[in-house]
């Protein structure tokens, strides 16, 4: 961008005697002024927190340990740090740093720059861009904002934001956003036309402004916990023109629409808005067993905002939610899972396979198990063995409303793409987006509720054993819930890891072997195999670690310390 040649990890042209050291590569090497970069991750009292103190020592003697080597070989290092980042400085500061040390700024022509990276690229790094801005426009609109608030929403960010780098993103965009919503009203306003958007606020304003409207005496909303800013601002003003009495359905327990504009607050705090209101809840329920339902209510109730629910069916039904473990891939599990489906609810029994995002399918596609084909423009599913189960896949968000026979849910485990999703939205659409809720996961969890009971018979969830999602903790064997081929986590008495410092160790059973691991897996990956936590965990005299039954050569058991074998301390036989 500002015309600095540069090669990004640049073999060192000198080796280093210590032989623990791999092939040196530095970030950057300025080729044209014979310098190098090294964007350091610490914070501003050079420390790494992030890491574990083992890993954070590491760390920080890497840094000295280059800038010894640079100085050995007479090479100049630039260092720029992660806190300047978070501070949302580094770019300035990156400047400032070049600039003092003979670095020549020359920033290119910028269409230049565009027809470069659009040509000789692809569209991706404008089409997540492009998405951005489709959902910013329509999030927007959705809350009846007019393009003159546009500046207003900047001065409002700006002026409560302390990172200057964020102020900047926010401000260029939201610049971006005011040129594209002009052009695209234009666009309308020249095909005569208007979008959904528009026909729920011109439609509101109409009646605000007093045109005739039908004398309604009811007023009926279905899936009112999806109401959105500008649909509620339609339906008041329908009510208050025509004094009817409003009826609304819906359920606050799936709510799962806040990225679409929803405001489950419109939902919860119905009183506040209406005035007075009668609540007739229906309690009865006729496609889950109650066995299932007492699972999943105790599961979204976690969250002490949603709304109390006494769920009662007449069907009964032992083990109706399935969590089957998997250690690799889980193509093996699927197969099982669907061969146990079969086997005891017949060839005909439906089989609705869900996905927190669209992106499981290519696990069902990957699998070899299934032949995909078109059908009038939709995409079928064929299980290969047995060709003649029904069967279907659909995202949570897509399956709202909808049943089968039995249900599978794929790739539950925690990770950005898992279940519960952890990717987070832009910053910038929080200037758009309802407020959102201080429970963790709250829609997450909401979400989690309408998967598992869209099954008439059973759920099964399958379940990555190394890296399980968070809610999976939340689950225990019981006459409604059975885990098949998941490791059995024993928890001891919360003894601290000694690696990480944040986790607590388990004992863990896997394939009849037991050993110690890290509740932080796998972002620490502390274990001790062949051990077993003592019941009374006592710390170790030497390291400060803590103490436990190990199993040694000719299986002769002791008591060692978990920093083994950083720390060799040894007490006395113990028999196993």
Known sequence: MNGVNYEYEKLYPF????????????????????????????????????????????????????????????TKLLETYSYYNSEGILLKKLAEILNANGVALKPRDFSDVFNTVYASKSNKYFSEFMNLCCTFISLFKSNNYRIEQIEILKKNYCS???????????????????????????????????????????????????????PYKYVIVDEYQDISKSRFCFLKAIVEKSRAKLFCVGDDWQAIYRFAGSDISLFTDFEKYFGYTKILKIEKTYRNSQNLIDEASRFVLKNPMQLKKDLRSDKKLDYPLVFWGYDDEPYKTIQFAVNKIISEFGINSSILFLGRTNYEREILKKSGLFRFYKRNRDE??????????????????????????????????NDKLGFPNQIADDKVLNLVLTNAENYKFAEERRLFYVAITRTRNRTFVLTDNKNPS??????????????????????????????????N???????????????????CRYTLHDATILLNPKKCPSCGGFLVKRKGKNSHWFVGCTNYPHCEYTEQIVKP
């Open 380 to 413: 079928c599913i064929e299980y290969i063995p047995s060709p003649e189960v029904p069967i279907d896949f659909l995202s949570v968000h897509k399956s709202k409303g909808l049943e089968a026979d039995n249900v599978i849910i794929l790739n539950f485990k």
């Open 160 to 214: 409560a934001e302390p990172n200057e780098f964020l102020c900047e993103r926010t401000s260029l965009f939201l610049n971006i956003i005011k040129v594209i919503l002009a052009e695209y009203q234009n666009h309308l306003s020249a095909q005569n036309a208007i979008d959904f958007s528009d026909m729920i606020n011109l439609a509101a304003e109409k009646v605000e402004a007093g045109c005739e409207i039908t």
């Open 505 to 523: 160790l388990y004992k863990v059973e896997h394939e009849g072997r037991y050993f110690v691991g890290c509740s932080n897996f796998p972002k």
């Open 470 to 503: 968070p809610f999976f903790k939340e689950f225990t064997e019981s006459n409604s819930v059975c885990f098949v081929g998941i490791k059995k986590v024993e928890a001891t008495a919360q003894t601290q890891c000694p690696l990480c410092k944040t986790g």
């Open 15 to 74: 080796e280093s005697n210590d032989p623990s050291r791999k092939a040196y590569r530095p970030d950057f090497y300025l080729s044209d002024y014979d310098i190098y970069l090294e964007h350091f991750g610490i914070s501003k009292d050079f420390t790494v927190p992030w890491l574990s103190p083992v890993e954070e020592k590491k760390y920080l003697e890497g840094i000295q340990w280059k800038r010894s080597f640079h100085e050995e070989h007479k």
